[in-house]
């Protein structure tokens, strides 16, 4: 194992790499403004997005880029700084504009947009648009969430996972933007690092993997330039938050899986994949990279009804290992001693019925040895088992109720019991887990694979499997949660029907999946 880089030498890093933004974001920049822009070709290439809602506001989001993958990463825009207007209206012909303000598109930030609106009414629906010269954006749905002492009658949300270019159509992004939701949740693996090409003419650009900003930015853009995923992102605010690919694959804090990057090369990359990325979601501020650190780990709010946990597996997390008496280390954590006490502190004071942790890796025991051994993952949750204990124990301790933890990562659907002891079926049972499957990675799925022969034998806490790619509908109220599992038959055709194949239903005040429909 590599040495540690301690986190003030990681600070030290990030500032030498020359990516602290605070500056630009509020506005600032060394580039001269361009004050009458004329643009002979749509600039809004990459469409519209609007997220993390408030009561009072939201998260509004474009890029501008004529040329979305043009070599340079660039976009196809001048070094200048741009002036975009954005309006929040009341209907979709914008004849009640109830907001209006205007944004400094940089090039230090690839010419992105994060307009963060405020003065909004809470829980309405409203429309946005950017404007920039002579050019307008499509239109934009949003919706702000409950005032924070509101009790909803209903929130209805879905999340999704693992979306790979090259390996199938995002259909299942279709299909999403046809469903009524107040929110997406995306728990990560938005797109992949790698240089695959696939046979579907999806190849990756560039045609390598990503290590530099230009490199991420690139790839960013292509995968916003599909249509299916654009409209999913014009229909509904998005609440996002990553896994791995978005840097590298597995990494885990400072350490590369590959054992040719130091930790100081590693950080350099992920410092410029941590700016593409905020770059590209609809984040406020508060999340602005600072070098190789960026703080996406928050809480959203419902109302009464319910509280999202967004949580950040990799950037904290200690690295992976196999040794057994390393594997026991108490010491060792998949979120970090901070973002820990932050959420087992959160979900004890609560005001919401339903907590819900939103996070990337699989949390329940998930043994593939059917026999008297044990066959575990080291990547995920049972890779830092003494982690997820305090993590239950203090849900036990400090009475939380009403846990449902919604995972992505798997390629693949599962819903299981978790219990305080694993090993003991009779234990408390302090949640529900429900594993969303992938939109696209892994290809064409099947209701049933070897993984889930295994883990349906060894895992008596597990409730169902499917491996089929798709996206999972939530609908919540005071007293019922249902998870819908909605699903495609295949990727590699554009125009796949999607279906429910199976609904789950969990009650509030008792612990555990207690109704289950195929």
Same mark, same amino acid.
């Given at each position: 194992?590599?040495?540690?880089?301690?986190?003030?030498?990681?600070?030290?890093?990030?500032?030498?790499?020359?990516?602290?933004?605070?500056?630009?974001?509020?506005?600032?920049?060394?580039?001269?403004?361009?004050?009458?822009?004329?643009?002979?070709?749509?600039?809004?290439?990459?469409?519209?997005?609007?997220?993390?809602?408030?009561?009072?506001?939201?998260?509004?989001?474009?890029?501008?880029?004529?040329?979305?993958?043009?070599?340079?990463?660039?976009?196809?825009?001048?070094?200048?700084?741009?002036?975009?207007?954005?309006?929040?209206?009341?209907?979709?012909?914008?004849?009640?504009?109830?907001?209006?303000?205007?944004?400094? %598109?940089?090039?230090?930030?690839?010419?992105?947009?994060?307009?963060?609106?405020?003065?909004?009414?809470?829980?309405?629906?409203?429309?946005?648009?950017?404007?920039?010269?002579?050019?307008?954006?499509?239109?934009?749905?949003?919706?702000?969430?409950?005032?924070?002492?509101?009790?909803?009658?209903?929130?209805?949300?879905?999340?999704?996972?693992?979306?790979?270019?090259?390996?199938?159509?995002?259909?299942?992004?279709?299909?999403?933007?046809?469903?009524?939701?107040?929110?997406?949740?995306?728990?990560?693996?938005?797109?992949?690092?790698?240089?695959?090409?696939?046979?579907?003419?999806?190849?990756?650009?560039?045609?390598?993997?990503?290590?530099?900003?230009?490199?991420?930015?690139?790839?960013?853009?292509?995968?916003?330039?599909?249509?299916?995923?654009?409209?999913?992102?014009?229909?509904?605010?998005?609440?996002?938050?990553?896994?791995?690919?978005?840097?590298?694959?597995?990494?885990?804090?400072?350490?590369?899986?590959?054992?040719?990057?130091?930790?100081?090369?590693?950080?350099?990359?992920?410092?410029?994949?941590?700016?593409?990325?905020?770059?590209?979601?609809?984040?406020?501020?508060?999340?602005?990279?600072?070098?190789?650190?960026?703080?996406?780990?928050?809480?959203?709010?419902?109302?009464?009804?319910?509280?999202?946990?967004?949580?950040?597996?990799?950037?904290?997390?200690?690295?992976?290992?196999?040794?057994?008496?390393?594997?026991?280390?108490?010491?060792?954590?998949?979120?970090? %001693?901070?973002?820990?006490?932050?959420?087992?502190?959160?979900?004890?004071?609560?005001?919401?019925?339903?907590?819900?942790?939103?996070?990337?890796?699989?949390?329940?025991?998930?043994?593939?040895?059917?026999?008297?051994?044990?066959?575990?993952?080291?990547?995920?949750?049972?890779?830092?088992?003494?982690?997820?204990?305090?993590?239950?124990?203090?849900?036990?301790?400090?009475?939380?109720?009403?846990?449902?933890?919604?995972?992505?990562?798997?390629?693949?659907?599962?819903?299981?019991?978790?219990?305080?002891?694993?090993?003991?079926?009779?234990?408390?049972?302090?949640?529900?887990?429900?594993?969303?499957?992938?939109?696209?990675?892994?290809?064409?799925?099947?209701?049933?694979?070897?993984?889930?022969?295994?883990?349906?034998?060894?895992?008596?806490?597990?409730?169902?499997?499917?491996?089929?790619?798709?996206?999972?509908?939530?609908?919540?109220?005071?007293?019922?949660?249902?998870?819908?599992?909605?699903?495609?038959?295949?990727?590699?055709?554009?125009?796949?029907?999607?279906?429910?194949?199976?609904?789950?239903?969990?009650?509030?005040?008792?612990?555990?999946?207690?109704?289950?429909?195929?």
């Amino acid at each position: 194992m590599q040495p540690r880089i301690d986190r003030r030498q990681l600070l030290s890093l990030a500032g030498a790499t020359g990516v602290g933004l605070a500056a630009t974001v509020a506005g600032v920049s060394s580039a001269p403004a361009l004050a009458n822009a004329t643009h002979h070709v749509d600039p809004f290439t990459l469409g519209v997005a609007s997220g993390d809602p408030l009561p009072d506001g939201v998260v509004l989001w474009t890029r501008l880029a004529p040329d979305p993958v043009a070599a340079d990463g660039l976009g196809g825009m001048p070094p200048h700084v741009v002036p975009v207007t954005w309006e929040v209206a009341e209907d979709t012909r914008f004849r009640h504009v109830v907001r209006r303000g205007v944004e400094r %598109a940089t090039p230090e930030l690839g010419h992105a947009v994060h307009a963060e609106v405020h003065g909004l009414r809470a829980g309405r629906e409203y429309f946005y648009r950017f404007r920039t010269g002579n050019a307008v954006s499509p239109v934009g749905r949003t919706r702000t969430a409950p005032a924070a002492s509101a009790r909803p009658r209903e929130l209805a949300f879905a999340f999704v996972s693992c979306a790979n270019y090259p390996t199938g159509y995002f259909t299942a992004y279709r299909h999403l933007a046809a469903e009524e939701l107040d929110l997406v949740v995306h728990l990560g693996d938005y797109l992949y690092e790698g240089p695959a090409a696939g046979t579907l003419g999806r190849a990756h650009l560039p045609a390598t993997e990503t290590f530099s900003l230009a490199d991420y930015r690139i790839r960013h853009a292509q995968y916003k330039t599909d249509a299916d995923l654009q409209l999913a992102h014009a229909r509904f605010p998005w609440a996002v938050t990553w896994d791995d690919h978005e840097v590298e694959n597995n990494y885990a804090d400072e350490f590369s899986e590959d054992p040719a990057q130091d930790p100081e090369s590693f950080l350099r990359r992920r410092a410029a994949a941590y700016q593409a990325y905020y770059e590209h979601m609809p984040l406020r501020r508060s999340a602005v990279p600072r070098g190789a650190d960026m703080r996406i780990y928050r809480r959203l709010r419902y109302g009464r009804l319910a509280e999202f946990n967004l949580l950040d597996g990799r950037q904290y997390r200690s690295d992976q290992v196999t040794d057994q008496a390393a594997l026991d280390d108490p010491a060792r954590s998949m979120l970090g %001693a901070e973002q820990e006490r932050w959420l087992i502190d959160g979900l004890s004071h609560s005001a919401g019925t339903w907590n819900i942790v939103a996070q990337q890796t699989v949390m329940a025991k998930a043994d593939r040895d059917p026999g008297p051994g044990e066959l575990l993952p080291n990547d995920n949750w049972n890779g830092y088992e003494p982690a997820r204990q305090r993590l239950f124990d203090g849900v036990v301790e400090r009475r939380v109720e009403n846990m449902v933890v919604i995972t992505g990562d798997a390629h693949c659907s599962m819903v299981a019991d978790l219990k305080q002891n694993f090993d003991d079926p009779a234990s408390r049972t302090v949640g529900v887990e429900f594993l969303g499957t992938s939109v696209t990675s892994g290809g064409d799925g099947a209701p049933m694979d070897t993984r889930g022969t295994e883990w349906l034998a060894s895992n008596p806490h597990m409730k169902f499997y499917d491996a089929r790619r798709g996206y999972v509908r939530c609908t919540v109220d005071n007293h019922t949660w249902r998870s819908d599992y909605r699903a495609v038959p295949q990727v590699s055709t554009p125009d796949a029907a999607v279906s429910t194949i199976a609904s789950f239903v969990v009650e509030e005040g008792r612990p555990g999946v207690h109704t289950e429909r195929s």
